[in-house]
């Protein structure tokens, strides 16, 4: 059984503060590893893509991999009221078709 | 010029009723799936379609049953609906591993 661990929070933030969110997976022969944001009512969004041990920096955002570990997290740097969300991890356990196992998501909460 | 859409958005019905949810993808990809988000907003897949081929039937009552009549198109089928079947039900897209989601069809059972 394929399952994804996230703390579901609420994780609250200052604005301005960085954002930490963490996920691990059972799965070992994971390959892809992906971080949806998701606001209430609307459907997910991908934020960040990763499929190589180490960080991926897309603006503010920097996903971090640990397949040793099974471990993926998200860091959101200078945090907005805007991003307060459900943010989802994802990973796919093979190419092609293959779905992907979601977390039941960290609800985020970032403070004015 | 939405890549991924669904219809209905909003499903009211009774118990016992029959009912189906079509989407479609502008995207040109290959691949297409259906999500079911439950009250508590945990997502899980339940099918996943490969140029009209069926890949992945997880776990998931045969009172469901997605059709794919095109590669653009995957529609979903309930019969004999029930209470637990109130969710919100996602259809997605996918090339290169990367999935796009529809707006979701919120699906309410009374």
């Known amino acids: 059984q394929k399952e994804v661990e996230q703390n579901s929070g609420p994780l609250s933030v200052p604005e301005g503060a960085i954002a930490s969110l963490n996920c691990t997976y059972s799965d070992r022969g994971s390959q892809s590893f992906f971080w949806y944001r998701q606001y209430s009512g609307k459907s997910p969004e991908l934020i960040m893509s990763i499929y190589s041990n180490g960080d991926k920096e897309d603006g503010r955002f920097t996903a971090q991999l640990n397949k040793a570990s099974q471990y993926v997290s998200l860091l959101i740097r200078d945090s907005q009221p805007s991003d307060s969300a459900t943010y989802l991890c994802?990973?796919?356990?093979?190419?092609?078709?293959?779905?992907?196992?979601f977390g039941k998501g960290t609800h985020l909460i970032i403070q004015p | 010029d939405t890549a991924v859409s669904q219809t209905p958005k909003y499903l009211v019905t009774q118990m016992g009723n029959d009912k189906s949810i079509k989407c479609e993808q502008n995207l040109g990809h290959d691949t297409m799936y259906w999500y079911k988000q439950d009250s508590k907003k945990f997502l899980k897949i339940m099918f996943s379609y490969n140029n009209k081929e069926l890949i992945i039937n997880e776990t998931v009552p045969n009172r469901f049953s997605p059709k794919s009549p095109d590669k653009a198109h995957l529609n979903l089928h309930i019969n004999s609906l029930e209470l637990g079947d109130s969710a919100v039900y996602f259809c997605?897209?996918?090339?290169?591993?990367?999935?796009?989601f529809g707006a979701g069809t919120r699906l309410s059972v009374l």
């Open positions: 997605a897209s996918s090339q290169n591993n990367i999935q796009y």
């Open positions: 994802a990973v796919n356990s093979g190419g092609g078709a293959d779905g992907l196992t």
